[in-house]
């Protein structure tokens, strides 16, 4: 006869590899979030066709399967428990989802992800360190460049981005921009030498969480003028 | 004297005294369950030839993993798992059917049959059918209507029983009658 020991133990572990699974997944979905906001992919929808197909190739796929996976594995775990098995799949599954994406979500609202990037950039992030430097850092979606607006012309404007580099943006007159001097913008047009043709632009506010991570992707923020 | 005293005790007081050490009261769960589980072997495992024999290892993993069982819960449908763990497994084992390892019936959320709608089901006429053409339906539809005709467990019970939504039970026993009438007719 096996011991009440033996099955207490087991019950615990299958509690806390369901308990580790959930933080990573939690962890990874949130940080997908983070990666897609901080890089402005999010909104290369907005952009059309061409932008829809950056956003497609822009998205961090593995990133998303490896989360799907954890959603598959905790479903196994959970089919343990009476609470799950006594319900159809359907409900169980999006049970685990919407407990996963809302809890992915309310980390991503806070400073979590930016410390943690702050951290890998100046080398004091192990293990994860590699993975923000990588996904959430300068990888970002192709035709996508970011900058300060430092010169405002006819039909044309000047950005700097963090590297320094003026990149003079061409627009059409339909995509006449509402932006001034010392505005932080995205834009969306492919790169020839230092100018770039815009399909799309927008002005990017920087949401308060993401001030940390937006210092490393854009030239310091002047200093507030005295009105 | 002993055996009226059994008589008064649950399955669930006596499971919990062998859980105790009183291994001797373990005796008296298998005389309660042995004419049952060896039915439930017989007609499961339908063309089975070792189907009995398979019934004294479900008593010898039931009382190796008697300290798992909660007695909160029904013994009945502890001990019925054990069977139909051992009972696919050994399915598995032949090879000789089909086990689908994901069913869309567990997928979906169904209404809940009322059990009095299939009462006609439960007749003896009807169990009489069944008897004879069990070999000829479907594993998944086959052992709840074993469990709901001849052991006369409820959908909660064969819900707890096969780890599946009560909901799921009705669906599985509204086309397993669907099936024998079908079958029946031929």
Known sequence: MKPKAYFILKATLIVLAAAIISLFALFLISFVSFALRANGILVLPIFGFRGFG??????PWLLIILSAFLIFILE????HFSFTYRRPILYSVMGVIILVLLGSFIID???FHPNLFDRAQHGRLPIFGPVYRGFGGLQRPANAHFGTVTEILEQSFIIKNRNEEAIKVFFQEDLTPDIKIDD???VFGEKEGDTVIAEGIIKVNIQENLKPFRQELLPPMPPERNR | MMGELAQERTDEE???QVQAGDMENFGILVKRYEVKIKRYARKFLFGY???????QEVFLKAYINIQSFNASQKFSSWLYRIAHNEFINAIKK??????????LDTLFPHPVAKESLIDDINSRELREILDRILGKIDLKYREVLVLYCFEELNYREIA???????????????????LIKSLYEQ
């Open chain 1, 184 to 186: 932080t913008v995205m």
């Open chain 2, 94 to 103: 032949k090879g000789r059917e089909r086990l689908s390892l994901f069913d």
């Open chain 1, 109 to 111: 609202r806070t400073s």
């Open chain 2, 14 to 16: 006596i499971a919990l």
């Open chain 2, 160 to 178: 707890e029983v096969l780890h599946i939504p009560i909901a799921t039970v009705g669906v599985r026993i509204k086309r397993g009658r669907e």
């Open chain 1, 54 to 59: 950056a956003f497609l190739t822009s998205v």
């Open chain 1, 76 to 79: 196994i775990l959970f089919r």
């Open chain 2, 49 to 55: 030839e070792d189907a009995e024999d398979m019934v």
